[in-house]
């Protein structure tokens, strides 16, 4: 059964940085795709940025491009959200996601999320 668990959320001021990491269990990934999402109160949950764990492929949002990268540890099995030039819209619980390549992330695995929260 997957397990993920994310940490190295926090307060920080705008224009600061955060990493977010995320730690992968349960199974073997390399057929796998990875992603971050987040998640305001009253608004539905939004893609961030995922990546295709044996190839490295990314791809990101066009609101975080230029300023979040993500990126996987296959030796620690972490995945890992290095987030730039923070704004008081990144504010959301952050939420790291696993599913089989080919699939959609709606039927993959989740984990319990982790609250960023940039002040102006």
């Known amino acids: 059964q997957v397990q993920l668990v994310e940490s190295g959320g926090g307060l920080v001021q705008a224009g600061g940085s955060l990493r977010l990491s995320c730690a992968a269990s349960?199974?073997?990934?390399?057929?796998?795709?990875m992603g971050w999402f987040r998640q305001t109160p009253g608004r539905e949950r939004e893609f961030v940025a995922a990546?295709?764990?044996?190839?490295?492929?990314?791809s990101y949002a066009d609101s975080v491009k230029g300023r979040f990268t993500i990126s996987r540890d296959s030796a620690k099995n972490t995945v890992n959200l290095q987030m730039n030039s923070l704004k008081p819209e990144d504010t959301a619980v952050y939420y790291c996601a696993a599913v089989p390549g080919g699939s959609t992330f709606d039927s993959g695995s989740w984990g319990q999320g982790t609250q960023v929260t940039v002040s102006s």
């Open positions: 349960g199974r073997t990934f390399s057929s796998y795709v």
């Open positions: 990546i295709t764990w044996s190839a490295g492929r990314t």
